[in-house]
């Protein structure tokens, strides 16, 4: 029982340093009150999971070879927490969905990842939905069609306006 108390003690309180972070929770160095609470109580967490034999509850110390493995443990769960704390971060700030399906490729021999293309298919899929032909469509200079091209272009215009 004591061996559980000692590991949530001592994660759960080393949790403070990895939230406090915007960093990695070991490169920025907490406050002085921040450190001294910190190993005043993973002391005394220490002490009575290792020394405290409590009959009332049937819990006996669990000694300092176990102690020790508890704090390896915890020291080696502190490390990933830092990692999680920046995935979810990045998962929060709505740039993983964004870069999910994004059609970029490292794959490519373009300069800008196709930026141009894809600008280009925006602009098209926006005509489109606007009623407006493509560039592709509209003749500038109709020589054989007459006044009834002139006025479709007329009324492109219009609606552009």
Do not use: C
């Amino acid at each position: 029982m004591f061996a559980v108390y000692l590991q949530v003690s001592n994660i759960s309180q080393a949790l403070i340093f990895v939230t406090r972070s915007r960093s990695w929770s070991f490169v920025e160095r907490p406050g002085a009150l921040l450190m001294i609470a910190f190993v005043i109580a993973q002391l005394i967490a220490t002490l009575i999971a290792v020394y405290a034999n409590w009959t009332f509850a049937k819990v006996k110390g669990i000694g300092w070879g176990w102690a020790a493995v508890i704090w390896v443990y915890s020291i080696l769960t502190y490390i990933p927490q830092d990692i999680l704390k920046f995935a979810i971060r990045y998962i929060l700030s709505g740039k993983v969905w964004v870069s999910m399906f994004d059609k970029r490729s490292a794959l490519t021999t373009r300069r800008d990842y196709g930026a141009a293309e894809r600008q280009a298919e925006w602009a098209r899929e926006q005509r489109t939905q606007h009623g407006l032909q493509t560039r592709q469509e509209v003749n500038v200079f109709p020589e054989n069609e007459g006044y009834r091209e002139l006025s479709q272009i007329v009324e492109q215009a219009k609606k552009r306006a």
